[in-house]
C-alpha cells in the first residue's frame, strides 16, 4: 500500500508557523477524513486533528488542520520547542480498504 | 482514565508465531473500534489491522492479508493480534489503539516489540 506523501522535513525559529503538507488520491485523502498526529521521541503517537479539522480535547488551536481534494495541510502557528517532533497524516483508503499513514514530517524549531 | 497495555511481544524466527494482546480499561471497550498500528526501528508509522465494535468487521494492510487475525473479546476488554508466518519485515513496536473515527486513534497504548530474526 503506498503511503500518502509528506516533506521528509520542515524547519522554523520560535514563534513562527509551520505547514505540513499531506498528498494523497481520490480513493483515500480525496473521499475521507484525514487525522494528524504528533510523535515525540520515543513514545506512542498523539492525535491533534481527525476529521480534517476537529482537535480532540486538550490540543491547543495553535494546530490546524484543513483538507482541498486530494491533499491536506497541518499547521503550526506560535511554534515552540516542544512541537519538534514527527508529525503524520493518515486517512482510510476506500478502494483498498484499510488505513494509510503519511510518510511522516520532522518538525525542527530552529 | 484510558489504559491500553500490550503484551505478548518478544523475540521469534522467520516464519514463527505469535499473539499479541492489549488489555483495555477506563472506556466502554464494546462501543469502541480498535486498531493495530506497527512501528519499524527508525520508521514511519504503518496500519496493520482494524476490526469493527463487535468483531464483525476486520480490515488489514495488504502485507499481513492471510498471515495476521485482528479479534476481540468484549467480555474480557482484550484486543488480539495473531501473527503467523512472521518475516524479518514485521519486525517493529506494535501499538494497540482506540478509534473515534476511520484512522483516528485518540488513545494509544505504550507499544510491544516484535522481532523476527534467525
Known amino acids: 500500500q503506498s503511503a500518502l506523501t509528506q516533506p521528509p522535513s520542515v524547519s522554523a525559529a520560535p514563534g513562527q508557523k509551520v505547514t505540513i503538507s499531506c498528498s494523497g488520491r481520490?480513493?483515500?485523502?480525496?473521499?475521507?477524513?484525514v487525522s494528524w498526529y504528533q510523535q515525540l521521541p520515543g513514545t506512542a503517537p498523539k492525535l491533534l486533528i481527525y476529521?480534517?479539522?476537529r482537535r480532540p480535547s486538550g490540543i491547543p488551536d495553535r494546530f490546524s488542520g484543513s483538507k482541498s481534494g486530494t491533499s491536506a495541510t497541518l499547521g503550526i502557528t506560535g511554534l515552540q520547542t516542544g512541537d519538534e517532533a514527527d508529525y503524520y497524516c493518515?486517512?482510510?483508503?476506500?478502494?483498498?480498504?484499510?488505513?494509510?499513514f503519511g510518510t511522516g514530517t520532522k518538525v525542527t524549531v530552529l | 482514565e484510558v489504559q491500553l497495555l500490550e503484551s505478548g511481544g518478544g523475540f521469534v524466527q522467520p516464519g514463527g508465531s505469535l499473539t499479541l494482546s492489549c488489555a483495555a480499561s477506563?472506556?466502554?471497550?464494546?462501543?469502541?473500534?480498535m486498531s493495530w498500528v506497527r512501528q519499524a526501528p527508525g520508521k514511519g508509522l504503518e496500519w496493520v489491522s482494524r476490526?469493527?465494535?463487535?468483531?464483525?468487521?476486520?480490515f488489514y494492510t495488504d502485507s499481513v492479508k492471510g498471515r495476521f487475525t485482528i479479534s476481540r473479546d468484549n467480555s474480557r476488554n482484550t484486543l488480539y493480534l495473531q501473527m503467523n508466518s512472521l518475516r524479518a519485515e514485521d519486525t517493529a513496536v506494535y501499538y494497540c489503539?482506540?478509534?473515534?473515527?476511520?484512522?483516528?486513534?485518540?488513545?494509544w497504548g505504550q507499544g510491544t516489540l516484535v522481532t523476527v530474526s534467525s
Open positions: 489503539a482506540k478509534e473515534v473515527d476511520l484512522v483516528a486513534t485518540i488513545d
Open positions: 477506563g472506556f466502554t471497550f464494546s462501543s469502541y473500534a
Open positions: 476490526i469493527s465494535t463487535s468483531g464483525g468487521g476486520t
Open positions: 481520490s480513493s483515500n485523502i480525496g473521499n475521507n477524513y
Open positions: 476529521g480534517n479539522d
Open positions: 493518515g486517512t482510510w483508503d476506500s478502494s483498498l480498504s484499510a488505513g494509510v
